[in-house]
């Protein structure tokens, strides 16, 4: 199996949106291979002809009707954002 | 007054002949909370003032108008949403979070009358099996302290364990309500996937998710999963059946039933005491008439690497939605707003949400996709299969619930693997979406070792009537934990 190396970490870090030392990258690459490693063991198995399991239940798309239903109040969906101005949501500077 | 040792029937005889009333019964349970906290650490935020009040009202309603459940105490894991109480799911990156809405099933316990009184301690994000995962405490093991309580619904099955509370709510993705149960010696039942809606469960991995009750007796767990299941608009994966009455399937007749006993669930790192709890429990079930037969689930060995890819690859994606922008936790540094979202999430989530987000987006990034996601999906497909083939010749599926009893604290946090190892036999139902309880079946060392029962697609109540036969038949689920005496009753 392939290495995990310290600069693919950094790589899926930067995919995921998380921001990690290069410290923390060598101990999460360590682990990451052993895990990884330990996931070869499905190769063993010949799936060519296996159809993938995305759900195990039976079920077709679930339609509703096309019909407006009131959302929830602007002041309570507020309530949990840490900054906010006349009902917008404040985040930093994202255009200079 | 004690309400610690009593049964939901037992409660509402006392509640029914005046011995005691629904808000002294609150009260009490606080009592003991309060008195237990600081040996268990199970409960997050407490729902005190509001279940007070709750409880006073509910006295005032006729008796022909309350339910099996009315006015008795639960407790809700933390990754269920509750209006107006905090909800964290144990992570930092959501400290403060104040729902605005009710998940489903705190809607349905409202409509069965239940007083919650709190919210219980977890792994962060349900990822892991010993509650160390949480950022806020350790809950303990109310058998023996300096162990864990088993993950990730670990506040859950040590809050009832205690005797803090004689319900609670978990949810369990690779095991999470039946591992705690089973280190706690508890009756924890993962429902069929669809069984129980999950808007408002804090998504993990949702394909595998699923909302379950935790309690001391198989009957009170019955009672708990009618008042909780049923179809949701809310919920698309929720299914579309009719919900049966699991107490009423407790008839104490297994009389003719075919149980398969997988020989994999016996094999190499399965401890010879679990084995020997559940050899003994088959023949307390062939005394009353079960036929048990060896068989195989020939892909068990493959669950847990199918599993680790399929549940962190629905993490990273489900995880992305926690960016600081409308709840949660902020980073007080960023210049731009990908610095932002960067700093937000490395401050906001502990190691072992990284190391999953990280595992689930490995896995499903271009050049890997079909070597790791793809082909977990198929074993999927191979592990599912195992059991409808089982499922043709056999009622139910019996084997131990964990290869080992609870562990001690802080012993195996550092290694993962080993970590990972403890959910094998509790995995692939989830991957299959069967349902199965874990019951109390034995000791070791004076921790508990469960028995898991696994069931057909929708037909947990053969689950309950053949748990409710071994619970009848033993005194297993009486026996208490060191922390039951000395705590105000």
Known sequence: MAKMTKEEVIEVAHLARLAITDEEAEHFADQLEAIT??????????????????????????????????????????????????????VPTILE | MSLVDKTAAQLQEMIHTKETTIAELTEKAFDRIEALEPKVDAFLALNKDRATQQAKEMDGVPFAERGPLFGLPIGVKDNIVTEGLETTASSRILEGFNPIYNATVVEKLKEAGMVTVGKLNMDEFAMGSSNENSYYKKTKNPWNLETVPGGSSGGS?????AGEVPFTLGSDTGGSIRQPAAFCGVVGMKPTYGRVSRFGLIAYA????????????????????????????KDSTSANVEVPDFAAALTGDITGLRIGVPKEYFAEGVGEAAKQAVHDALKVLEERGAICEEISLPHSKYALA?????????????????????????????????????????????????????????ALSSGYYDAYYKKAQKVRTLIKKDFDDAFEKYDVIIGPTTPTPAFKIGEIIDDPLTMYANDILTIPVNLAGVPAISIPCGFENGLPLGLQIIGKYFDEETVYRVADVFEQATDFHKKTPQTWEGAAQ
């Open chain 2, 157 to 161: 099955a040590a809050a009832v364990a």
């Open chain 1, 37 to 90: 490693n330990a996931m070869e063991l499905l190769n063993e198995l010949d799936t060519e002809n296996v159809e993938p399991t995305t759900h195990v239940l039976q079920m077709v798309n679930v339609l509703r009707e096309d019909k407006s239903i009131p959302g929830l109040d602007r002041d309570l969906v507020l309530k949990n954002v840490k900054e906010h101005e006349g009902g917008q949501v404040k």
């Open chain 2, 206 to 233: 949702s394909s595998l998710d699923q909302i379950g009750p935790i309690t001391r007796t198989v009957k009170d767990n019955a009672l708990l999963l009618n008042a909780i299941s049923g179809h949701d608009d």
């Open chain 2, 306 to 362: 199918t599993y680790y890819l399929l549940a962190s690859s629905e993490a990273s994606s489900n995880l992305s939605r926690f960016d600081g922008i409308r709840y949660g936790y902020r980073t007080e540094k960023a210049g731009n707003l990908l610095e932002f979202y960067m700093n937000t999430r490395s401050e906001g989530f502990g190691d072992e949400v990284k190391r999953r987000i990280m595992l689930g987006t490995y």
